[in-house]
């Protein structure tokens, strides 16, 4: 019981500062913060309230850098310490040293020097996004999400404005929050 009050403390002042960041972008009322509530008490009871804690962390801090990223083009550098941090919950020395730090750096360096190679056309802030967040979600994990945010951003952006820069956080942050739903952080 003292994990989920401590657990439902921490989401509600987090998804506040979150929606305090972003108030003039953002239209955040009271029925959102429930909604958040509500989703921290059921995966803390499907999973314990260690996992249902990082699964609203996590959702409230990739909504922020999602809105953030589509309207500036930019991601604010603090929020790969805080994804970085919300990856410590709930694991063991086992996991960070199979998963995560796997997960951190195979995804991101092969972009990062194929990023050289395109004149950096992908960000370098897409390109923390993605080693924080395979640290987060692990190395097979990590993978599979890139490859959903690749492909919803190809389905998405299809075609048009081929030349045209775009935000391309929102994609990997969906593809962080759907694919550790079917492999649940194994």
């Known amino acids: 019981m003292e994990g989920l009050i401590i657990g439902l403390v ?3 002042l987090f998804w506040t500062a979150c929606a305090e960041l972003l108030k003039d972008q953002l239209n955040i009322e009271i029925k959102n ?8 008490f059921i995966y803390s009871n499907a999973y314990g ?7 609203c962390l996590l ?17 604010p550098r603090f ?23 796997p997960g951190f750096f195979i995804p991101s360096i092969p972009i990062f ?3 050289q190679l395109l004149k950096q056309q992908i960000g370098l802030g897409d390109i923390k996004l993605m080693a924080t967040g395979g640290f987060v979600v692990g190395l097979q994990s990590g993978y599979l999400a890139c490859l959903v945010a690749a492909t919803l951003a190809l389905a ?5 404005n081929k ?12 593809g962080y929050l759907i694919v550790p739903f079917f492999t649940i952080y194994t």
């Not at 959702?59 to 991601?75: K, P």
């Not at 790969?80 to 730090?101: K, M, R």
């Not at 030349?163 to 969906?174: D, G, S, T, V």
């Open 10 to 12: 921490t989401v509600v």
């Open 33 to 40: 913060t429930l909604i958040i509530i509500g989703v921290f």
């Open 49 to 55: 309230p260690e996992m249902g804690l990082k699964i």
């Open 59 to 75: 959702f409230s801090i990739f909504l922020f850098v999602s809105i953030y990223d589509a309207m500036t083009h930019r991601i």
């Open 79 to 101: 929020v790969h310490i805080i994804i970085i941090a919300i990856g410590f919950i709930g694991v063991d020395t086992n996991w960070v040293i199979s998963q995560a730090l």
């Open 113 to 115: 020097f194929l990023n």
């Open 156 to 160: 998405i952006r299809g075609k048009h």
């Open 163 to 174: 030349n045209k820069a775009f935000a391309f956080a929102p994609y990997l942050c969906l």
